[in-house]
């Protein structure tokens, strides 16, 4: 991700930062990226809605400012923890601000590298396991058919709670290369 970042912005959130007052002065537009850390919506006077996001890359972070109009545009891309691409236009208003003017969700590509969860028997509840067969969905698996179910490690002295449920009814798949105990 961060080559992508790198060669799709303007620099990293610091190296903005640091040239905000030229930018300003100038009202030059940059491109930066990163991830959506914290989105707030609020609600003007007049009923209308914007927000303000802080966006982090590896280094550092800064606060964004969407305005109503913005805002009703670009709502959709402002959710938590999405890796976003925006273009500010950095401006003073007693201090340093940024404002958006537009916003790109990065695509990550996916490598075909493995993938290894390690869970805690604590951690086997239905609702965590239902939010990451549903979130597991869009992740493409390479060679389906070679994958079969496995139960999930238990250290002995796990004990059932009433919680848990046969170990048939979890969703869980690993590679047929794997040796489970």
């Known amino acids: ?3 992508q970042l790198a060669t799709k912005t303007d620099g990293s959130i610091i190296s903005v930062r640091e040239r905000g007052e030229e930018l300003a002065r100038t009202g030059k537009a940059v491109t930066v990226g990163g991830i959506l850390a914290e989105v707030q919506i609020r609600t003007t006077k007049m009923g209308k809605q914007y927000a303000r996001v802080v966006l982090e890359d590896l ?3 800064m606060e964004i400012n969407f ?3 913005n805002f009703e545009k670009f709502s959709g891309f ?3 923890d999405n890796i976003v691409l925006v273009k500010v236009r950095p401006g003073f ?3 340093l601000r940024f404002s958006a003017m537009d916003v790109e969700l990065l695509s990550v590509e996916r490598g075909n590298e493995e993938l ?3 869970l805690r028997p604590e951690d086997l509840t239905r609702p965590p396991l239902a939010h990451f067969v549903r979130s597991s969905r869009d992740t493409p698996v390479v060679h389906r058919s070679s994958w079969r179910p496995v139960a999930p490690a238990r250290p002995s002295n796990w004990a059932p709670s009433s919680t848990s449920t046969s170990r048939a009814s979890w969703p869980i798949c690993a590679p047929n290369s794997v040796e489970t105990s």
Do not use: F, I, Q, V
Request: no cysteine; charged share 35%; net charge negative.
């Open 1 to 3: 991700m961060e080559s």
């Open 59 to 61: 280094g550092a972070s």
């Open 67 to 69: 305005s109503a109009n």
């Open 78 to 80: 402002l959710t938590k």
């Open 93 to 95: 208003d007693e201090e």
């Open 116 to 118: 290894r969860l390690a």
